[in-house]
């Protein structure tokens, strides 16, 4: 949005208005019309216009010492606020972020001091912004050849508010939204092993109760616990977790459904449970299509060909190892219908596999195993109970159970 042009007249009207709508949300408590006063990424016209006018009054800052007469601390939180809403207008963003940052600090200064919980819903905003403003001030940062640090400096003033809403009080309610900005803090910084400690503040401190909490951000919380659980390979709390954030989701928000799925079907997957196909397409995950696809037929070359194909995005959710270990599974379905191909033919001598057999069936997917590599793949099956049976070593043969040859994994992740 371009800069508009306005008299100075105008802009003392602004200001002056901006400042006192402030200072009357705070003195009547009004923590609704407070908070889109703080929302200074959100592109709001109202925030542009404030702007806009704060480079056209340059001496604004007499108009803010009429406000300090009130109250002091309004001042602290107010001034360093309107030069981030001035620095963020011209894409300064690490100014901004530096500014808000003070203006924070302020604020949370004196949310501490306010005994009622009227004001959580604006210390969001300030916890959300905090976030936003740091990931774009790393970015201009970057952009210069910088350190980029603010981010981290952001994860140091949310503990800060975390510590402040985990009393006993009204406000632990916001306690859980700081929280959810805290793992995307950690999340994108890659210290996902900090998360733990806020972890232990919600799940075993006596003051909270988990089913108080806004659903929404029980839902967000439950999406990035269980990806934390899926990368310490805990499929069966990952699946839990997923579930109930993909449960409880709101069916309208199809992005956020999609981002719970992208992480639910590979947990999904290592326990044995394969999604139907439109599903897939329905949320644009065809990335998964042919592991699916691989998995069903034991085809183990097409679960090679999909991981390669979409090797960055595996990658990047961090979800790529976790697939790789599916081949086991896919080496079960290829002797499954090795066994119902020759069940077909002969059912007496079924349960009887030569080894040689799956060699075949290997190369003819381009997939070179000789017969002791398959020998010993085999013996992991059984090991990992994949598969029941026993080798008659000298003929080369497995010889599988006649009672429920190929065990399913009934929701549980093979044992490792």
């Known amino acids: 949005m371009a800069m508009a042009y306005i008299s100075m007249g105008e802009a003392h009207r602004r200001i002056t208005d901006f400042l006192n709508r402030f200072s009357d949300a705070i003195s009547s408590q009004d923590g609704a019309s407070l908070k889109p006063l703080l929302a200074v990424s959100s592109n709001s016209p109202l925030l542009f216009s404030i702007a806009d006018a704060l480079n056209v009054f340059q001496d604004w800052g007499r108009l803010l010492k009429q406000a300090e007469r009130e109250s002091q601390q309004l001042g ?21 972020y530096v500014s808000f940052e003070k203006s924070a600090n302020a604020f949370l200064q004196e949310f501490r ?11 969001y905003m300030v916890a959300h912004e905090i976030r ?21 400096g952001a994860g140091s003033f949310l503990m800060k508010v975390f510590g402040s809403l985990a009393g006993k009080g009204p406000k632990r309610v916001g306690a859980l939204y700081v929280t959810c900005q805290l793992f995307k803090v950690y999340f994108k910084l890659g210290t996902v092993h900090l998360c733990r400690s806020v972890i ?10 988990f089913e108080e909490f806004p ?19 805990n499929f069966i709390v990952a699946d839990q977790k997923l579930t109930y954030a993909l449960v409880h989701c709101n069916s309208q928000y199809e992005a956020n459904l999609r981002m719970i799925l992208k992480y639910l079907i590979p947990v999904k997957l290592s326990v044995g449970i394969l999604p139907k196909m439109w599903l897939l397409d329905k949320y644009n995950l065809t ?23 979409h090797e960055d995005i595996f990658l990047r959710t961090g979800v790529y190892l976790v697939l790789e270990k599916l081949e086991l599974q896919v080496y079960q379905r290829l002797v499954k219908k090795i066994y119902i191909i020759q069940k077909q033919k002969d059912p007496s001598k079924a349960h009887q596999i030569k080894l040689e057999l799956i060699v075949k069936a290997l190369t003819w997917l381009e997939v070179g195993m000789d017969i002791d590599e398959v020998e010993c793949m085999m013996a992991i099956l059984i090991y990992k109970n994949l598969m029941k049976g026993y080798f008659a070593h000298k003929s080369k043969v497995v010889v599988l159970s006649k009672q429920d040859p190929f065990p399913k994994l009934k929701g549980k992740p093979v044992s490792s």
């Open 132 to 152: 936003v403003l740091a990931e774009r001030a790393d970015k201009e940062l970057s952009s210069m050849g910088k350190n980029p640090e603010k981010l981290q």
């Open 76 to 96: 602290e939180i107010l001034a360093p606020h309107l030069r981030c809403i001035q620095s963020h207008r011209i894409g300064r963003f690490v100014d901004a």
């Open 287 to 309: 990335e998964y299509t042919n592991v699916v696809k691989a998995l069903r037929s034991g085809d183990l070359r097409l679960l090679r060909q999909a991981l390669q194909d």
């Open 113 to 123: 001091n306010w005994e009622t919980a009227w004001a959580v819903e604006a210390m």
């Open 215 to 233: 659903s929404r951000d029980k839902v967000t919380y439950m999406y990035y616990t269980g990806r934390l659980e899926l990368y310490n390979e």
């Open 200 to 209: 232990r503040s919600i799940e075993t401190a006596k003051i909270f109760d």
